[in-house]
């Protein structure tokens, strides 16, 4: 098994993988949401948001920081062109809010890691 150092222990490739997997299902939820939507489509994207969604997944594999990700709108690096970050932009703020009702638990784990905060943590009153 292998293993990479991070900020306040060691994360194992599984976790590591999981967290992406979840990502990538989050882009994808996102994109059907917006795509429904706007571009009143059934069960397929339009070509539109097919190309973003593509984009979106190619840019999360070839993130730098694969093993301690951040949300990309916290990353210090911004490796979208400004017309694809325009876009994702517009696609998160509408599905986002929708994301509570159509797939709470993926909604919250990505707020969780927008927040750095780890499904464990509590605060201390």
Known sequence: ???W???????DSKKREIGLRREKETI????RIYCKAHHQTKEELCEECR???SYALERIDKCPY???KPVCSA??????????REKIRQVMRYA??????RHPILAVLHLLQSTGAKPGDRKKI
């Open 96 to 101: 986002g809010p929708r994301m509570l009702l």
């Open 28 to 31: 994808r939820k996102m994109a």
């Open 75 to 84: 990353c210090p690096i911004h490796c979208y062109t400004p017309a694809m």
């Open 1 to 3: 098994m292998i293993f």
């Open 66 to 68: 694969q093993e301690g």
């Open 51 to 53: 190309a973003l969604l």
């Open 5 to 11: 150092k991070q900020k306040g222990g060691i994360v």
